[in-house]
């Protein structure tokens, strides 16, 4: 059993929300796409692929074979010509990111609901300018994907178009596979690097150790419980990670697990 690395690409086709909690009215996005939300976007294109009419048992049973031969590297904003622009940075909110405000209406006269106003944040698919007189860009996103020996049937080709995110319902979150290239030569297992001495992805936090440093968060989302029937949701079992970013001291090694969360080696 070998692990291939590869350059991933996308070009965002429009707006991305990819939820980071509610703060007041306001429904955050997280500035990446994590390895969970490909982890899900990767098996349901898969599933309607191979089975049409998928069952709950068939979002199951492709669902552990994703996970089981991928890892996930997280995807971060870069531009057309490759260049990565990172959530740290300090134009990066002013230039990708922006908000919709919408409402629930009442049944009777078509007003506006009391209390539903609301707002969802969102990466924009063309970046702003910072400078007078430029123009907006298309917005990619880029990063590492790992796949064991010849990953899942179709794998290459259901990465050609894939939609993630919320709000997929008015048309968000759709994406078009820009670039797919081997990096290296194979691994026995996946081992993912900081890059300028920052992580990539959330990071297991461990108190007995200093070797990364950073803001901690409980990494926590809803997940499908198909213990006890279709439809019904839980909230996932929180892990207390190192948020993407984390300065590193020279010489960390890691490895890649589940969801892309990366654990320490040294």
């Known amino acids: 059993m070998?692990?291939?690395r590869y350059d991933l690409g996308f070009r965002l086709l429009s707006p991305l929300h990819v939820g980071a909690g509610r703060v007041g009215n306001l429904q955050r996005t997280r500035r990446y796409v994590h390895g969970k939300a490909m982890w899900a976007a990767l098996t349901a294109r898969l599933t309607r692929s191979?089975?049409?009419?998928?069952?709950a048992?068939?979002?199951v049973r492709v669902g552990a074979q994703?996970?089981?031969t991928f890892r996930f590297g997280?995807?971060?904003?870069?531009s057309e010509c490759g260049k990565q622009h990172w959530p740290w940075e300090e134009d990066f909110d002013y230039r990708f990111l922006s908000s919709y405000a919408s409402t629930a209406l009442t049944a009777d006269n078509a007003g506006a609901e009391m209390g539903a106003l609301h707002e969802t944040e969102f990466i924009g698919n063309f970046s702003r300018p910072?400078?007078?007189g430029g123009h907006p860009e298309p917005v990619h996103l880029a990063g590492d994907l790992w796949v064991c020996d010849d990953g899942v049937p179709g794998w290459q080709d259901a990465l050609r178009s894939i939609i993630m995110g919320g709000e997929r319902?008015?048309?968000w979150g759709r994406l078009e596979r820009t670039r797919l290239a081997k990096k290296e030569l194979p691994t026995e297992e996946p081992l993912p690097s900081p890059v300028d001495g920052r992580t990539l992805a959330h990071v297991t936090a461990c108190p007995t150790s200093d070797r990364v440093r950073g803001p901690v968060e409980a990494l926590v989302g809803w997940e499908r419980d198909n213990d006890s029937g279709a439809g019904v949701w839980r909230v996932s079992r929180h892990a207390l990670c190192y948020a993407p970013g984390a300065t590193?001291?020279?010489g960390t090694r890691f490895r890649i697990g589940e969801d892309g969360i990366w654990e320490c080696l040294t």
């Open 130 to 132: 910072v400078e007078t």
């Open 169 to 171: 319902g008015y048309g």
């Open 66 to 68: 994703v996970k089981q």
């Open 50 to 55: 191979a089975s049409g009419r998928a069952s």
């Open 248 to 250: 590193v001291v020279a």
């Open 74 to 78: 997280y995807l971060f904003v870069a």
């Open 57 to 59: 048992a068939d979002y």
């Open 2 to 4: 070998s692990w291939q």
